[in-house]
């Protein structure tokens, strides 16, 4: 048997407080009157007085209609089952382990009842029994949400955080909306970020390379070249530096230096997608188009889904002539990404060069329509970040 520290048990107490908040809520029904409680009443009578009682919170009254019932109909799986839950509701934990295992042994995979059991045992701080009915819940019903969500709450008790996520994920996977669940992956998604960080020695290459990339997300860009330049002076070999060099470079208008270090990529990794995207689009901006264009093909055949690598690759055709690539390629960014106005501003072009009056002027209105969403989008965020 598993027991937790203080610190675990008094969250999981919040977490079992929380669940049984909810719990009256799943299992009432419409509000019925209430019924005799005579011995000769069916079975449909009794759960709908149970309910009744349930509803406003007398579970003993509901417990005392349950065993009624499984006087008239002795072992009711579902009268069984609900007794069960009513003992739980009212913390009585080992009483309520006892219904439930009376309920499985006749019916191994009646449903929900192992996820109760685990709830039970949980509430008892038995983590290793309540993940074993939590999964014995999972194989009758593998999209169980709650069965996922509580065994991800007991692995993260047992620090077992790694196969807490898997659980999440698999939620995360089937409702992508559910904000509570992404909350709990990113709490613990940074725990595992913060032990793994400690583990490295401050004074290794390693280290500095974490935090380069740390620095290089929170858009502190100088900062991050610093701890780049620092691994590269530890280790000239480490791999990757020359092109996360290159891009903070392209970021920060570093023309030269970007040149320098994506070039040197490229020695390395001559099919390299984003490293040949950002340098053909220097030597384009450099008025370099027939250099460019062997680079932005490289780009967009190593990721056919990157729209700027389309974009700059029309823009180049367009320079050198090729009316008809460059509408390809145009048109693809247009799709990759219609929210974008850039690609309709020059296909506009492309089609005043094709004398075609009618689609440039469509292209034209695409633009300035977008354009002036854009605007629109720009004034409302100013106006909310006014009022904050």
């Known amino acids: 048997m598993y027991r937790l520290s203080a610190f675990q048990g008094s969250q999981a107490m919040r977490v079992w407080s929380t669940f049984l908040g909810c719990l009256t809520a799943l299992l009432v029904v419409s509000p019925v009157c209430l019924v005799s409680q005579a011995s000769d009443q069916g079975l449909d009578s009794f759960l709908k007085t149970a309910r009744e009682w349930e509803e406003r919170e007398n579970y003993e009254e509901a417990q005392r209609v349950y065993q009624q019932a499984l006087a008239v109909f002795p072992g009711e799986l579902e009268v069984l089952k609900r007794l069960g839950i009513v003992c739980q509701t009212q913390l009585k934990f080992t009483d309520s382990i006892e219904v439930f295992q009376k ?4 019916r191994p995979q009646y449903p929900e009842v192992n996820f109760y059991l685990g709830l039970s045992f949980f509430g008892l701080n038995d983590l290793g029994s309540a993940l074993a009915a939590f999964e014995q819940e999972l194989k009758g019903n593998p999209g169980y949400r709650r069965s996922h969500y509580y065994a991800a709450v007991v692995l993260e008790a047992l620090d077992r955080k790694a196969e807490a996520i898997e659980h999440l994920d698999r939620l995360a996977k089937d409702d992508p909306k559910d904000s509570k669940v992404w909350y709990q992956l990113a709490r613990l998604h940074r725990s595992l970020a913060l032990h793994a960080f400690k583990q490295i020695p401050q004074d290794s290459e390693l280290f500095h390379a974490l935090r380069a990339q740390s620095l290089a997300d929170d858009e502190k860009y100088p900062e991050a070249i610093e701890e780049y330049l620092e691994v590269l002076r530890m280790e000239p070999r480490f791999p990757g530096v020359h092109f996360a060099l290159g891009e ?17 990529t490229l020695q390395e990794d001559p099919n390299h997608p984003l490293a040949s995207f950002y340098l053909g689009e220097l030597l384009l901006r ?4 027939q250099e460019a264009l062997s680079l932005l093909k490289t780009a967009t055949a190593g990721d056919p889904s990157l729209m700027l690598a389309h974009f700059y690759l029309g823009k180049c055709y367009l320079t050198l002539g090729n009316l008809d690539a460059a509408l390809q390629e145009l048109l693809r960014a247009s799709e990759l990404d219609p ?4 690609p309709h501003f020059l296909l506009a072009q492309v089609y005043a060069r094709l004398k075609d009056e009618e689609k440039q002027k469509s292209h034209l209105a695409i633009f300035e329509r977008l354009n002036q969403e854009e605007k629109a989008r720009f004034v409302e965020n100013a106006e909310r970040m006014k009022t904050k």
């Open 339 to 342: 929210k974008s106005k850039h």
């Open 286 to 289: 450099s008025q370099k188009p």
């Open 103 to 106: 309920v499985l042994r006749a």
């Open 248 to 264: 903070l470079y392209y970021k920060t208008q570093n023309t030269s230096q970007a040149e320098s270090e994506l070039r040197r």
